[in-house]
């Protein structure tokens, strides 16, 4: 009988230690891991003969991507510090005898640079059989669909997407992708052998794409300071930037002028016969700023 009642208070006393370990223990909170901050992504890629510095802009995050333009040329260092910007690409095409842009320029909803009014471009007699192509060349475009910004990249005279408000863009070109149209833009002429950028000659290049999830990709493709004649191709640009996930891309304003500013550096993608960055002012660029 005595062992009947040991056991039974040493049930009762397990019991009672269970109820109070039950009743003021703390319930543990399952961990949700957070998701990675949406923020530019840099870096380089060693490429044969060059190598290229790339900025990635993810898509929904709290950057923008917008032209600027400024009355006088300058270096990418002044837009920088002009509109406070954490990334600077220079961008269109422009002369540098007049300083004037030949690459239209669109800033919010404004045309503020018209090749056409550009008498250097419009009265020389070599170009006016491609000028009805140099107006309708490939740009750089940010919609505002309803209260979304969305990026494209279409020749000049395309209208907008249904619903959709063209709010800023930037001329350049010719189209890397989905298809390089250096002739349909009139940079090439074959039967003239016309060659304007040099398309299959290395070079230091600049180029901007977008990717299928909408993030925009900039790239400035540098000449490496050990043999100034290297550099990329525009057919090997292309397929550099299908590379970085590019669906669709554009050249923009490359050689001499060829420069990138990222968190207080400048790249440059031109080089002198020592190997000396050649750093020329520029007439337009692509802004990355917080939204």
Not at 144 to 157: E, K, S, V
Not at 170 to 191: C, M, S, Y
Request: aromatic share 8%; charged share 20%; proline share 7%.
């Amino acid at each position: 009988m005595r062992k009947i009642k040991l056991l039974a208070l040493i049930l009762i006393s397990l019991a009672m230690v269970l109820w109070l370990n039950l009743r003021f223990s703390t319930p543990s909170i399952p961990t949700v891991a957070s998701s990675p901050p949406k923020t530019i992504r840099y870096f380089e890629r060693t490429l044969p003969q060059s190598i290229a510095h790339v900025l990635l802009i993810p898509a929904n995050s709290k950057f923008l991507v917008t032209p600027a333009l400024s009355q006088k040329v300058a270096t990418v260092e002044e837009f920088a510090q002009k509109h406070r910007a954490v990334a600077i690409l220079n961008a269109g095409f422009f002369d540098p005898v007049n300083q004037k842009s030949t690459s239209y320029v669109i800033l919010y909803g404004k045309l503020v640079a018209d090749p056409k009014e550009n008498e250097r471009l419009v009265n020389n007699p070599n170009l006016k059989p491609y000028l009805g192509k140099i107006f309708n060349r490939a740009e750089f475009r940010r919609y505002l669909c309803g209260q979304t910004n969305r990026y494209a990249i279409a020749l000049h005279n395309q209208s907008p997407p249904a619903g959709c408000q063209l709010v800023d863009s930037i001329g350049a070109g010719p189209n890397l992708l989905p298809e390089l149209t250096l002739a349909k833009e009139g940079f090439v002429d074959n039967t003239n052998k016309r060659d304007a950028l040099g398309s299959n000659q290395p070079n230091a290049r600049t180029a901007v794409g977008i990717t299928r999830d909408g993030s925009v990709v900039l790239v400035m493709v540098a000449q490496k300071p050990s043999a100034p004649a290297n550099g990329i191709s525009l057919p090997a640009l292309a397929d550099f930037m299908k590379t970085l996930g590019a669906d669709q891309a554009m050249n923009l304003d490359g050689g001499s002028s060829s420069s990138l500013y990222y968190n207080g550096k400048t790249f440059y993608g031109k080089v002198d016969l020592e190997g000396n960055p050649i750093k020329r002012p520029v007439k337009s660029v692509l802004l990355v700023q917080e939204n």
